[in-house]
């Protein structure tokens, strides 16, 4: 996979193919913001992607804001749905959990708070079609 | 006797006294005291936590008659929760614990949810079946004791209360989404529509977010992508979803009551609040001759007064910590879940 890079989904099986193959690219320390509608398969991708972490409790974060795992790495998933303002993520800690350079971090609906995105960071957008199906496309911001 | 508890997980404040088994206290920061203390409150905020959390304690003591040296014991909530708004109660709770050199009993927030039906006059009688259902948190639990709680099963994906607010807000209803969708649903049929519940490799875990989606297939088939949901039709849609979370809940709970010997069924958490599952519920416990237990509306959401009655239970049974106890915010550590 080279960014930026585009697939068409029509399955949760093609979602968590495609979410594999992105995975080989991570390594740890990565920032990926996922973009999309609810209900788009943002949390699917990530439980996805994760089980080849070893990571296989992958639940919603919305309530909680962040999520942490522990798996063949560590990961942070944070939800900025609930988030109304850039303090309350200040509040929570957000900059310390971004100083944790072995950690892969997960923004789902970073698109709400783009000011606090670190500079260097994947994007993944959802998009649903008129057919249901999902067009995921990624690319590299630096 | 005289307990104390602090509750400071998420948004709420809250500061309760139990004196000699008897609960005189219970405020809670969302009901009027944003007022009273100061203007708007943001909602996920530690230092809204911050600035409340003293004058509640002073109103609370007032309210129960006693004087801050007349506390016995401290508790609070160390988790789950948000780690920002946790490290608020909790250190306020161990450093009044410090000062007045009492005891400081930690306590799991979730366990307090599980455990509120022992604020009502009506208790449950153990063992007994728990269904947990919140913003954040779905779960069915046994619980056998004080001491001793089997988890059967939680969600995939998720929250019960969580799909509420979000299928609340593709629908256009806002937030919070939950007494929304049950004003919307109470007018319209929930046969309309068939969404569909998952079936899980543990029988007893629930999923939501098929339901969420399936949901947004149905609006952007019937209606085509982002148009509004004529207000018409809203009523069939949302008693329709709402029979869906609550069939799948439902499910989980006649397959317990069959497998499971307890005595009793306790719905706790802030969507107990939803009047169709409290009636789904009944029919259930009545149909296996359970005793049912659900907490007044002002022990299902967040309150102090159920971490008050934890903590006595945990003191009680002789537990000791140290003050060095720390926050955790995920479920997945020192918890019963774990």
């Given at each position: 996979?080279?960014?930026?890079?585009a697939a068409k989904v029509n399955?949760?099986?093609?979602?968590?193919?495609?979410?594999?193959?992105?995975?080989?690219?991570?390594?740890?320390?990565?920032?990926?913001?996922?973009?999309?509608?609810?209900?788009?398969?943002?949390?699917?991708?990530?439980?996805?992607?994760?089980?080849?972490f070893e990571i296989d409790n992958?639940?919603?974060?919305?309530?909680?804001?962040?999520?942490?795992?522990?798996?063949?790495?560590?990961?942070?998933?944070?939800?900025?749905?609930?988030?109304?303002?850039?303090?309350?993520?200040?509040?929570?800690?957000?900059?310390?959990?971004?100083?944790?350079?072995?950690?892969?971090?997960?923004?789902?609906?970073?698109?709400?708070?783009?000011?606090?995105?670190?500079?260097?960071?994947?994007?993944?957008?959802?998009?649903?079609?008129?057919?249901?199906?999902?067009?995921?496309?990624?690319?590299?911001?630096? | 006797?005289?307990?104390?508890?602090?509750?400071?997980?998420?948004?709420?404040?809250?500061?309760?006294?139990?004196?000699?088994?008897?609960?005189?206290?219970?405020?809670?920061?969302?009901?009027?005291?944003?007022?009273?203390?100061?203007?708007?409150?943001?909602?996920?905020?530690?230092?809204?936590?911050?600035?409340?959390?003293?004058?509640?304690?002073?109103?609370?003591?007032?309210?129960?008659?006693?004087?801050?040296?007349?506390?016995?014991?401290?508790?609070?909530?160390?988790?789950?929760?948000?780690?920002?708004?946790?490290?608020?109660?909790?250190?306020?709770?161990?450093?009044?614990?410090?000062?007045?050199?009492?005891?400081?009993?930690?306590?799991?927030?979730?366990?307090?949810?599980?455990?509120?039906?022992?604020?009502?006059?009506?208790?449950?009688?153990?063992?007994?079946?728990?269904?947990?259902?919140?913003?954040?948190?779905?779960?069915?639990?046994?619980?056998?004791?004080?001491?001793?709680?089997?988890?059967?099963?939680?969600?995939?994906?998720?929250?019960?209360?969580?799909?509420?607010?979000?299928?609340?807000?593709?629908?256009?209803?806002?937030?919070?989404?939950?007494?929304?969708?049950?004003?919307?649903?109470?007018?319209?049929?929930?046969?309309?529509?068939?969404?569909?519940?998952?079936?899980?490799?543990?029988?007893?875990?629930?999923?939501?977010?098929?339901?969420?989606?399936?949901?947004?297939?149905?609006?952007?088939?019937?209606?085509?992508?982002?148009?509004?949901?004529?207000?018409?039709?809203?009523?069939?849609?949302?008693?329709?979803?709402?029979?869906?979370?609550?069939?799948?809940?439902?499910?989980?709970?006649?397959?317990?009551?069959?497998?499971?010997?307890?005595?009793?069924?306790?719905l706790v958490g802030g969507v107990?609040?939803?009047?169709?599952?409290?009636?789904?519920?009944?029919?259930?416990?009545?149909?296996?001759?359970?005793?049912?237990?659900?907490?007044?509306?002002?022990?299902?959401?967040?309150?102090?007064?159920?971490?008050?009655?934890?903590?006595?239970?945990?003191?009680?049974?002789?537990?000791?910590?140290?003050?060095?106890?720390?926050?955790?915010?995920?479920?997945?550590?020192?918890?019963?879940?774990?």
């Amino acid at each position: 996979m080279e960014f930026p890079f585009a697939a068409k989904v029509n399955s949760e099986e093609e979602t968590a193919r495609l979410a594999g193959e992105f995975s080989e690219l991570l390594q740890g320390g990565e920032i990926v913001a996922l973009n999309g509608d609810l209900g788009a398969g943002k949390t699917s991708f990530i439980k996805h992607l994760l089980r080849n972490f070893e990571i296989d409790n992958v639940s919603s974060p919305t309530f909680a804001i962040v999520n942490e795992y522990q798996g063949s790495l560590k990961v942070n998933h944070f939800d900025f749905y609930r988030i109304n303002k850039v303090e309350e993520l200040y509040d929570i800690g957000f900059e310390e959990y971004l100083t944790r350079e072995d950690t892969l971090t997960f923004i789902e609906w970073a698109d709400l708070l783009p000011e606090v995105l670190p500079s260097k960071r994947i994007e993944i957008s959802f998009v649903v079609n008129d057919d249901f199906s999902r067009e995921i496309s990624f690319k590299n911001i630096s | 006797m005289n307990v104390l508890g602090i509750e400071s997980s998420c948004d709420e404040t809250s500061v309760a006294v139990i004196r000699d088994g008897k609960l005189t206290s219970n405020l809670i920061s969302s009901q009027d005291f944003h007022v009273k203390y100061g203007g708007v409150v943001p909602e996920l905020s530690s230092r809204a936590h911050l600035q409340i959390i003293i004058p509640l304690l002073k109103d609370s003591l007032v309210q129960a008659g006693i004087g801050l040296k007349d506390v016995d014991v401290v508790c609070a909530t160390a988790g789950p929760g948000l780690i920002g708004a946790l490290l608020v109660g909790l250190t306020f709770g161990k450093s009044l614990a410090y000062s007045l050199n009492k005891p400081f009993i930690p306590v799991n927030h979730i366990e307090g949810h599980i455990f509120s039906g022992f604020l009502m006059d009506e208790k449950p009688e153990f063992p007994y079946l728990a269904l947990v259902v919140s913003g954040g948190h779905t779960l069915l639990l046994i619980v056998k004791s004080d001491t001793e709680i089997i988890k059967l099963g939680t969600t995939v994906d998720d929250a019960a209360g969580e799909a509420f607010d979000k299928v609340a807000k593709m629908l256009g209803l806002g937030y919070p989404g939950g007494p929304k969708i049950q004003k919307a649903a109470s007018l319209g049929d929930p046969e309309k529509i068939h969404f569909p519940v998952a079936n899980l490799k543990n029988p007893y875990d629930f999923s939501f977010s098929g339901l969420k989606t399936a949901v947004l297939r149905y609006l952007q088939q019937t209606y085509g992508k982002d148009k509004a949901v004529p207000d018409g039709d809203m009523p069939d849609i949302a008693a329709s979803f709402q029979k869906a979370v609550i069939k799948a809940l439902m499910q989980n709970v006649e397959k317990a009551l069959k497998e499971y010997k307890v005595n009793s069924v306790s719905l706790v958490g802030g969507v107990a609040a939803n009047r169709a599952l409290r009636e789904a519920l009944a029919q259930v416990a009545s149909k296996y001759r359970k005793k049912l237990v659900i907490p007044d509306f002002v022990y299902c959401g967040d309150n102090a007064a159920m971490i008050a009655y934890r903590g006595s239970r945990l003191f009680a049974n002789g537990n000791k910590y140290s003050l060095d106890y720390n926050a955790f915010p995920g479920l997945s550590s020192k918890t019963f879940a774990g």
